[in-house]
């Protein structure tokens, strides 16, 4: 398996199959597909806006995606450093075969490469069977936090470089 940088052009729809596993709620899904859209659009500033999704890719499949960005404010708010990242998202085509871990290594280290100090991931309540997969990864728990735009509880996760 190798993760690579994600291509627009081959990968997008395999990647919007791999979140419909994941999520349902139409809105949030078209979100991730104007990410992945923009994170290809070269007239976006780097430093300010930049996204960075990669692909697990198993001999030619993208089995799992992951995607880091610069924390937006609601969760920079929360940051013990200053110049945080967010685990964007990360999601795998089968779950217990390392896709996700090796998805979550290859974010730390691009996010470091990047210049950023820790990474920040809200993680709703509704998906708290994912918790221990950030602990594995070295997240801490940061506390319970509302998202800005709908108001469901869920758990800010933080790693620091």
């Known amino acids: ?3 690579r940088e994600y291509d627009p052009t081959k990968d997008k729809q395999k990647v919007e199959t791999i979140f419909s596993q994941y999520w349902t709620d139409r809105e949030f ?9 923009r994170s290809s659009d070269l007239t976006i500033d780097p430093n300010t806006n930049a996204r960075t999704f990669f692909v697990a890719d198993d001999s030619g ?6 995607g880091f ?30 896709i996700g871990s090796a998805l979550g290594e290859k974010v730390i280290k691009e996010a470091k490469k990047q210049g ?8 709703p309540e509704t998906h708290d069977s994912s918790w ?7 997240f801490i728990k940061g506390g319970i936090v509302k998202d800005p735009d709908d108001g469901y509880p869920g758990m800010l996760w933080k790693k620091v470089f």
């Not at 499949?61 to 992951?66: D, F």
């Not at 990242?85 to 075969?97: F, G, P």
Request: charged share 30%; glycine share 4%; hydrophobic share 35%.
């Open 61 to 66: 499949e993208v089995v799992g995606v992951t």
């Open 132 to 138: 221990p997969f950030y602990e594995k990864l070295g």
């Open 29 to 37: 899904l078209e979100e991730l597909s104007r990410e992945l859209d």
């Open 69 to 98: 960005r610069k924390a937006p404010e609601h969760l920079s708010s929360h940051a013990d450093t200053k110049n945080p990242a967010e685990l964007y998202i990360i999601a795998s085509q089968v779950k217990e075969k390392g």
């Open 116 to 123: 950023f100090t820790e990474l920040l991931c809200y993680s």
């Open 1 to 3: 398996m190798e993760i």
